[in-house]
DNA sequence: GTCTATGCAAAGAGTTTGCAGATGT
DNA sequence: ACATCTGCAAACTCTTTGCATAGAC
Protein backbone atom coordinates (compact mmCIF):
# COMPACT_ATOMS: atom_id res chain seq x y z
CA UNK A 1 0.00 0.00 0.00
CA UNK A 2 1.17 3.46 -1.11
CA UNK A 3 2.22 5.70 1.76
CA UNK A 4 1.04 9.29 1.21
CA UNK A 5 3.87 11.91 1.28
CA UNK A 6 4.37 15.45 1.93
CA UNK A 7 3.13 17.66 -0.86
CA UNK A 8 3.71 21.83 -0.83
CA UNK A 9 0.52 21.69 -3.44
CA UNK A 10 -1.46 19.32 -1.48
CA UNK A 11 -1.01 21.50 1.93
CA UNK A 12 -1.83 24.55 -0.14
CA UNK A 13 -4.58 22.83 -1.03
CA UNK A 14 -6.13 21.66 2.18
CA UNK A 15 -5.40 25.44 3.86
CA UNK A 16 -7.04 27.05 1.45
CA UNK A 17 -10.47 24.65 2.28
CA UNK A 18 -9.98 25.13 5.51
CA UNK A 19 -9.42 29.02 5.24
CA UNK A 20 -12.42 29.30 3.10
CA UNK A 21 -16.15 29.01 3.51
CA UNK A 22 -16.91 29.39 -0.56
CA UNK A 23 -16.97 25.74 -1.34
CA UNK A 24 -15.00 25.76 -4.66
CA UNK A 25 -14.89 23.77 -7.33
CA UNK A 26 -11.72 22.17 -8.51
CA UNK A 27 -11.44 25.39 -10.82
CA UNK A 28 -11.92 27.34 -8.12
CA UNK A 29 -8.97 26.06 -6.61
CA UNK A 30 -7.03 25.49 -8.90
CA UNK A 31 -6.93 29.16 -9.64
CA UNK A 32 -6.54 30.14 -6.17
CA UNK A 33 -3.63 27.67 -5.65
CA UNK A 34 -1.84 28.59 -8.84
CA UNK A 35 -1.33 32.36 -7.26
CA UNK A 36 1.31 30.61 -4.93
CA UNK A 37 2.02 27.80 -7.68
CA UNK A 38 2.21 29.09 -10.90
CA UNK A 39 3.11 25.87 -12.89
CA UNK A 40 0.43 23.75 -10.76
CA UNK A 41 -1.94 21.52 -13.16
CA UNK A 42 -5.24 21.04 -13.16
CA UNK A 43 -4.79 17.59 -12.65
CA UNK A 44 -2.47 17.83 -10.02
CA UNK A 45 -5.41 19.66 -8.38
CA UNK A 46 -8.10 16.81 -8.67
CA UNK A 47 -5.72 13.89 -7.49
CA UNK A 48 -5.09 16.00 -4.23
CA UNK A 49 -8.89 17.24 -3.63
CA UNK A 50 -9.74 13.63 -4.80
CA UNK A 51 -6.71 12.43 -1.87
CA UNK A 52 -8.28 14.43 0.87
CA UNK A 53 -11.77 13.41 0.31
CA UNK A 54 -10.56 9.49 0.33
CA UNK A 55 -8.57 10.26 3.55
CA UNK A 56 -11.99 12.03 5.08
CA UNK A 57 -10.17 15.40 5.23
CA UNK A 58 -12.40 17.59 3.17
CA UNK A 59 -15.67 16.30 1.65
CA UNK A 60 -16.65 16.00 -2.24
CA UNK A 61 -20.16 17.98 -2.74
CA UNK A 62 -22.26 16.59 -5.79
CA UNK A 63 -24.64 19.03 -6.85
CA UNK A 64 -27.23 19.01 -9.66
CA UNK A 65 -25.78 21.87 -11.91
CA UNK A 66 -21.92 23.09 -12.63
CA UNK A 67 -18.73 20.90 -11.41
CA UNK A 68 -18.85 19.37 -7.61
CA UNK A 69 -17.76 21.37 -4.87
CA UNK A 70 -15.36 20.52 -2.01
CA UNK A 71 -15.70 21.66 1.78
CA UNK A 72 -12.94 21.91 4.33
CA UNK A 73 -14.75 21.37 7.11
CA UNK A 74 -15.03 17.41 7.83
CA UNK A 75 -17.75 17.13 10.29
CA UNK A 76 -21.15 16.03 8.69
CA UNK A 77 -23.64 19.29 7.55
CA UNK A 78 -25.79 20.15 5.11
CA UNK A 79 -25.25 22.59 2.02
CA UNK A 80 -28.04 25.00 1.08
CA UNK A 81 -27.53 26.04 -3.23
CA UNK A 82 -29.22 29.73 -3.38
CA UNK A 83 -31.44 29.52 -6.51
CA UNK A 84 -30.56 33.44 -6.59
CA UNK A 85 -27.19 33.23 -6.49
CA UNK A 86 -25.55 29.52 -6.49
CA UNK A 87 -23.56 30.17 -3.58
CA UNK A 88 -23.29 27.47 -1.18
CA UNK A 89 -24.21 27.57 2.38
CA UNK A 90 -23.34 25.60 5.21
CA UNK A 91 -26.37 24.41 7.82
CA UNK A 92 -26.21 22.60 10.63
CA UNK A 93 -28.87 20.29 12.27
CA UNK A 94 -27.93 18.10 14.96
CA UNK A 95 -26.97 14.20 14.92
CA UNK A 96 -29.97 13.51 16.28
CA UNK A 97 -32.26 15.02 13.60
CA UNK A 98 -29.67 13.47 11.19
CA UNK A 99 -30.18 9.94 12.53
CA UNK A 100 -33.81 10.65 12.41
CA UNK A 101 -33.80 10.88 9.10
CA UNK A 102 -32.08 7.99 8.51
CA UNK A 103 -34.37 6.09 10.94
CA UNK A 104 -37.51 7.64 9.43
CA UNK A 105 -36.64 6.42 5.90
CA UNK A 106 -35.57 2.93 7.11
CA UNK A 107 -38.85 2.64 8.51
CA UNK A 108 -40.56 3.21 5.64
CA UNK A 109 -38.15 0.50 2.99
CA UNK A 110 -37.46 -3.02 2.56
CA UNK A 111 -34.19 -2.87 2.25
CA UNK A 112 -32.24 -1.11 4.76
CA UNK A 113 -31.02 2.46 5.15
CA UNK A 114 -27.67 3.46 6.16
CA UNK A 115 -26.74 7.21 5.25
CA UNK A 116 -28.04 10.34 3.25
CA UNK A 117 -26.99 12.90 1.25
CA UNK A 118 -29.18 16.13 1.32
CA UNK A 119 -28.64 19.38 -0.82
CA UNK A 120 -31.26 22.24 0.49
CA UNK A 121 -32.50 24.90 -1.95
CA UNK A 122 -33.24 27.96 -1.38
CA UNK A 123 -31.93 31.82 -0.56
CA UNK A 124 -28.97 32.80 0.97
CA UNK A 125 -29.05 35.37 4.07
CA UNK A 126 -28.09 38.13 1.55
CA UNK A 127 -30.59 36.96 -1.19
CA UNK A 128 -33.12 36.89 1.38
CA UNK A 129 -32.45 40.57 2.24
CA UNK A 130 -32.37 41.66 -1.20
CA UNK A 131 -35.86 40.09 -2.20
CA UNK A 132 -37.05 41.86 1.15
CA UNK A 133 -36.24 45.40 -0.07
CA UNK A 134 -37.81 44.61 -3.56
CA UNK A 135 -41.34 44.18 -1.95
CA UNK B 1 -42.79 30.24 -27.55
CA UNK B 2 -42.50 26.58 -29.55
CA UNK B 3 -45.46 24.23 -29.47
CA UNK B 4 -44.66 20.79 -28.58
CA UNK B 5 -44.91 18.83 -31.45
CA UNK B 6 -46.13 14.87 -31.53
CA UNK B 7 -43.30 12.18 -31.90
CA UNK B 8 -43.03 8.74 -32.04
CA UNK B 9 -39.60 8.45 -30.34
CA UNK B 10 -40.65 10.78 -27.52
CA UNK B 11 -43.87 8.58 -26.81
CA UNK B 12 -41.54 5.46 -26.63
CA UNK B 13 -39.37 7.28 -24.44
CA UNK B 14 -42.26 7.79 -21.75
CA UNK B 15 -43.79 4.98 -22.15
CA UNK B 16 -40.59 3.26 -21.43
CA UNK B 17 -40.21 5.10 -18.09
CA UNK B 18 -43.28 4.51 -16.95
CA UNK B 19 -43.40 0.94 -17.48
CA UNK B 20 -39.92 0.33 -15.69
CA UNK B 21 -39.06 0.62 -12.19
CA UNK B 22 -35.25 0.64 -12.96
CA UNK B 23 -34.52 4.13 -12.70
CA UNK B 24 -32.23 4.15 -16.25
CA UNK B 25 -29.88 6.70 -17.37
CA UNK B 26 -30.11 7.79 -21.15
CA UNK B 27 -27.91 5.31 -22.12
CA UNK B 28 -29.89 2.52 -20.94
CA UNK B 29 -33.13 4.41 -22.16
CA UNK B 30 -31.38 4.90 -25.73
CA UNK B 31 -30.34 1.40 -25.91
CA UNK B 32 -33.80 0.15 -25.25
CA UNK B 33 -35.84 2.49 -26.99
CA UNK B 34 -33.08 0.97 -30.20
CA UNK B 35 -34.72 -1.98 -30.50
CA UNK B 36 -38.63 -0.26 -31.53
CA UNK B 37 -36.01 2.48 -33.36
CA UNK B 38 -32.76 1.08 -34.16
CA UNK B 39 -31.69 4.62 -35.81
CA UNK B 40 -32.82 7.01 -32.89
CA UNK B 41 -29.84 8.94 -32.10
CA UNK B 42 -28.40 9.31 -28.44
CA UNK B 43 -29.15 12.79 -28.81
CA UNK B 44 -32.52 12.69 -29.83
CA UNK B 45 -33.00 10.62 -26.11
CA UNK B 46 -31.33 13.50 -24.26
CA UNK B 47 -33.71 15.86 -25.54
CA UNK B 48 -36.35 13.85 -25.14
CA UNK B 49 -35.38 13.28 -21.47
CA UNK B 50 -34.59 17.41 -20.82
CA UNK B 51 -38.04 18.17 -22.17
CA UNK B 52 -40.07 15.71 -20.30
CA UNK B 53 -38.59 16.44 -16.97
CA UNK B 54 -38.97 20.07 -18.09
CA UNK B 55 -42.89 19.40 -18.70
CA UNK B 56 -42.48 17.60 -15.31
CA UNK B 57 -43.76 14.46 -17.08
CA UNK B 58 -40.22 12.90 -15.14
CA UNK B 59 -37.59 13.81 -13.13
CA UNK B 60 -34.00 13.83 -13.36
CA UNK B 61 -32.46 12.18 -10.28
CA UNK B 62 -28.76 13.61 -10.12
CA UNK B 63 -26.30 11.06 -8.55
CA UNK B 64 -23.28 11.13 -6.85
CA UNK B 65 -21.52 8.46 -9.25
CA UNK B 66 -22.45 7.78 -12.43
CA UNK B 67 -24.81 9.94 -14.85
CA UNK B 68 -27.79 10.81 -14.25
CA UNK B 69 -31.05 8.62 -13.90
CA UNK B 70 -34.69 9.26 -15.14
CA UNK B 71 -37.50 8.74 -13.45
CA UNK B 72 -41.30 8.29 -15.00
CA UNK B 73 -42.91 8.46 -11.70
CA UNK B 74 -43.81 12.44 -11.16
CA UNK B 75 -45.14 12.75 -7.90
CA UNK B 76 -42.15 13.57 -5.21
CA UNK B 77 -40.63 10.47 -3.72
CA UNK B 78 -37.20 9.73 -2.48
CA UNK B 79 -34.79 7.20 -3.76
CA UNK B 80 -31.98 4.73 -2.38
CA UNK B 81 -28.98 3.59 -4.03
CA UNK B 82 -27.45 0.13 -3.05
CA UNK B 83 -24.31 0.24 -1.80
CA UNK B 84 -23.46 -3.44 -2.93
CA UNK B 85 -25.53 -3.46 -6.82
CA UNK B 86 -25.35 0.32 -7.79
CA UNK B 87 -29.65 -0.07 -8.24
CA UNK B 88 -32.06 2.73 -7.30
CA UNK B 89 -35.04 1.97 -5.51
CA UNK B 90 -38.30 4.03 -4.94
CA UNK B 91 -38.79 5.22 -0.92
CA UNK B 92 -42.17 7.07 0.48
CA UNK B 93 -42.23 9.31 2.62
CA UNK B 94 -45.70 11.40 3.60
CA UNK B 95 -45.83 14.82 2.53
CA UNK B 96 -45.59 15.86 5.97
CA UNK B 97 -42.49 14.33 6.81
CA UNK B 98 -40.88 16.07 3.56
CA UNK B 99 -42.30 19.11 4.58
CA UNK B 100 -41.08 18.40 7.87
CA UNK B 101 -37.79 18.52 6.75
CA UNK B 102 -38.11 21.81 4.67
CA UNK B 103 -39.44 23.31 7.87
CA UNK B 104 -36.34 22.24 10.63
CA UNK B 105 -33.68 22.70 7.94
CA UNK B 106 -35.42 26.63 7.65
CA UNK B 107 -35.40 26.73 11.09
CA UNK B 108 -31.69 26.66 11.46
CA UNK B 109 -30.58 28.55 8.49
CA UNK B 110 -30.05 32.30 8.51
CA UNK B 111 -31.73 32.36 5.32
CA UNK B 112 -34.58 30.76 3.49
CA UNK B 113 -34.99 26.97 2.58
CA UNK B 114 -37.47 26.12 0.23
CA UNK B 115 -36.74 22.32 -0.88
CA UNK B 116 -34.06 19.89 -1.15
CA UNK B 117 -32.83 16.93 -2.78
CA UNK B 118 -32.05 13.89 -1.12
CA UNK B 119 -30.96 10.18 -2.09
CA UNK B 120 -29.98 7.84 0.63
CA UNK B 121 -27.74 5.02 0.70
CA UNK B 122 -28.42 1.59 1.88
CA UNK B 123 -28.90 -2.24 0.43
CA UNK B 124 -32.27 -2.69 -1.79
CA UNK B 125 -34.25 -5.50 -0.59
CA UNK B 126 -32.53 -7.97 -2.20
CA UNK B 127 -28.98 -7.40 -1.36
CA UNK B 128 -30.00 -7.13 2.15
CA UNK B 129 -31.98 -11.11 1.95
CA UNK B 130 -27.96 -12.05 0.35
CA UNK B 131 -26.45 -10.39 3.35
CA UNK B 132 -28.31 -12.13 6.23
CA UNK B 133 -27.61 -15.13 4.02
CA UNK B 134 -23.75 -14.91 4.97
CA UNK B 135 -24.06 -14.29 8.21
C1' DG C 1 -46.39 25.04 -46.34
C1' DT C 2 -44.54 25.87 -42.08
C1' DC C 3 -42.45 24.78 -37.95
C1' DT C 4 -40.75 21.21 -34.91
C1' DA C 5 -38.17 16.88 -34.27
C1' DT C 6 -34.70 13.77 -35.85
C1' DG C 7 -30.06 11.70 -36.93
C1' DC C 8 -25.58 12.57 -37.24
C1' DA C 9 -21.37 14.20 -35.86
C1' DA C 10 -18.79 17.56 -33.68
C1' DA C 11 -18.08 20.17 -29.62
C1' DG C 12 -18.44 21.04 -24.77
C1' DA C 13 -17.89 20.55 -19.65
C1' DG C 14 -15.90 18.10 -16.01
C1' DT C 15 -12.71 14.68 -14.64
C1' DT C 16 -9.20 11.03 -14.91
C1' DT C 17 -4.86 9.00 -16.38
C1' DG C 18 -0.14 7.60 -18.57
C1' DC C 19 4.26 9.11 -18.63
C1' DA C 20 8.85 11.25 -17.87
C1' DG C 21 10.98 14.03 -14.76
C1' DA C 22 11.04 16.57 -10.09
C1' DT C 23 10.65 16.13 -5.12
C1' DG C 24 10.15 14.18 -0.35
C1' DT C 25 12.00 10.82 3.03
C1' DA D 1 18.11 5.37 -3.66
C1' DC D 2 13.48 4.75 -3.98
C1' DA D 3 8.76 5.69 -3.95
C1' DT D 4 5.58 9.24 -4.48
C1' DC D 5 4.13 13.52 -6.57
C1' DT D 6 4.06 16.83 -10.28
C1' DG D 7 3.13 19.01 -14.90
C1' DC D 8 1.67 18.12 -19.20
C1' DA D 9 -1.31 16.41 -22.49
C1' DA D 10 -4.21 13.04 -24.10
C1' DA D 11 -8.16 10.42 -23.15
C1' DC D 12 -12.51 9.56 -21.18
C1' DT D 13 -17.49 10.07 -19.66
C1' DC D 14 -21.56 12.38 -19.88
C1' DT D 15 -24.21 15.79 -22.18
C1' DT D 16 -25.38 19.46 -25.42
C1' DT D 17 -25.65 21.59 -29.97
C1' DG D 18 -25.50 23.01 -35.16
C1' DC D 19 -27.13 21.58 -39.27
C1' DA D 20 -29.61 19.42 -43.11
C1' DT D 21 -33.48 16.52 -43.68
C1' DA D 22 -37.73 14.02 -42.21
C1' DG D 23 -42.05 14.33 -40.07
C1' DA D 24 -46.24 16.54 -37.69
C1' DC D 25 -50.08 19.63 -38.19
Redesign the pocket.
Known sequence: ??????????AS?KEYLLNTHEHP???TVYLHVKEE???????????????LADMGEAQ?I?TP?????FDGRTDFHYHVICTCCGNVSDLELSSGHIAEINQLADRHFDGRVDSHSMIFHGLCPECLRNSRKLS
Open positions: MATLKYSRQRITADFPNISLGTVYRNLNLKTVGGDR
